[in-house]
Nanobody, 116 residues
Framework: EVQLVESGGGWVQAGGSLRLSCAASGFISDDYVIGWFRQAPGKEGEGVACMSGSDSSSYYVDSVKGRFTISRDNVKNTLYLQMNSLKYEDTAVYYC?????????WGQGTQVTVSA
């Protein structure tokens, strides 16, 4: 069973940085896509960034390109999201998400609050 546990959220002023972590376990192959999804109050949720388990290719939503970086540490089995130049509109609950053929897994979420 895949388990995802996020950490690293918090409060930061606009222009600041935060790094989110997602401790991942239970993967039995590299046939997956893992990434970050966010949900802000009153807005539709959106995928922020994701990475392929097989070749580490990555994808970013346009609004975070150049500011956010997704990476992983295979030794620690941890996925990261480095968020720089944070904006008020980045405020949301951020979820770690893993898609495996036939399955979709979510972490519990971590709140990121950016003050204007």
């Amino acid at each position: 069973e895949v388990q995802l546990v996020e950490s690293g959220g918090g409060w930061v002023q606009a222009g600041g940085s935060l790094r989110l972590s997602c401790a991942a376990s239970g993967f039995i192959s590299d046939d997956y896509v893992i990434g970050w999804f966010r949900q802000a109050p009153g807005k539709e949720g959106e995928g922020v960034a994701c990475m392929s388990g097989s070749d580490s290719s990555s994808y970013y939503v346009d609004s975070v390109k150049g500011r956010f970086t997704i990476s992983r540490d295979n030794v620690k089995n941890t996925l990261y999201l480095q968020m720089n130049s944070l904006k008020y509109e980045d405020t949301a609950v951020y979820y770690c998400n893993a898609k495996i053929p036939g399955h979709n897994y979510w972490g519990q979420g971590t709140q990121v609050t950016v003050s204007a």
